[in-house]
């Protein structure tokens, strides 16, 4: 099995996750994906089936149901400010919770508006890489302290639990990357990697694989993880959102409705019968 294996749930739900990111894209994406949700009807020759194809899908309306509704329960849920009290010691981590400069208060609403699209989601802790252990000074002064990171739902793409010291928890987590690589002053290439978070006798570790840029073969690099004392970890700091694993996503049924509305319409609208 390779690094890049789905989990069976993943593949279930991934489909799904699909037909209502298009849907909140909005009409330009639904119309680019031309029969999979506007069917197209067979004229006489193809010349002609394309063309009457055509103009019916420019004369097609969505009307972004789904968008709205994501939109209003993110705004009920975020219409006041979250209320929270933060020993002194812990505001330069909620002040800037990824080191990328995002607040505990943006960071929690990108990812609850996430979350509402495929409910399913996760958070990976981590610490940067260290040479060994450091002072609480050296700590400070090299800004060496954990920050979080936000996985969507296709992103995490395999999974498996255990049973360590008597409970039922995350054994491995395989999460895929899309990092970019300047290929030029100017242009960028996006490449994938996988990270795998495993527990190994009780230890936590990381696993990057990347692809050799002249071969298939895998780049694999082994993070050991560690705090800032050297003290490494007995569980896998990703908690998942929503759910343990990935169940039936709440908007599902409203986007596939949304893109029957719009067939619905469209034919009703504009009749494309076969000739």
């Known amino acids: ?22 849907c909140l894209e909005g009409e330009d994406v639904i119309k680019s994906k031309g029969p999979k949700y ?14 009457r194809y055509a ?15 994501r939109d209003i329960l993110h705004g009920l849920v975020f219409r006041k400010k979250v209320v929270s009290e933060i020993p002194e010691e812990l505001k330069i981590f909620f002040n800037d919770i990824d080191r990328q400069g995002t607040s ?10 996430d979350l509402l ?4 989601g996760g958070i990976l802790v981590d610490l940067p890489v260290t040479s060994g252990e450091l002072s609480a ?3 400070e002064e090299e800004n060496v302290r954990p920050y979080v990171t936000y996985y969507s739902a296709e992103s995490i793409i395999n999974w498996k639990y255990g049973v360590v010291q008597g409970r039922k928890q995350l054994t491995q987590v395989v999460l895929k990357e899309i990092i970019e690589q300047p290929v030029d002053d100017f242009a ?33 690099e082994e993070i050991k993880v560690t705090d800032k004392k050297g003290k490494t970890f007995d569980f896998i700091p990703f908690v998942t959102l929503g759910s ?29 019968l076969p000739y």
């Open 244 to 272: 343990k694993e990935p169940q039936k996503p709440m908007l599902l049924d409203l986007a596939k409705l949304n893109i029957g509305n719009y067939q619905k319409i469209s034919h009703l609208k504009h009749p494309l």
């Open 137 to 139: 000074k050296q700590a």
């Open 117 to 120: 699209v495929t409910s399913f």
């Open 55 to 69: 103009a019916y899908k420019a004369r097609a309306r969505f009307v972004n149901y789904t968008e709205i509704t």
């Open 188 to 220: 960028v290439t996006e490449v994938e990697k996988y990270r795998v978070l495993e527990l190994i006798e009780g230890v936590y570790r990381q696993r990057v694989f990347t692809r050799g840029e002249l071969s298939q073969e895998w780049n694999i």
């Open 38 to 51: 506007l069917p197209m009807a067979i004229c006489r020759t193809k010349q002609e089936t394309e063309m």
């Open 1 to 22: 099995m390779s690094v890049e294996t789905e989990h069976k749930l993943y593949q279930k739900r991934k489909e799904q996750w699909a037909l209502i990111r298009d």
């Open 104 to 113: 505990f208060q943006e960071f929690a609403s990108d990812a609850f508006r």
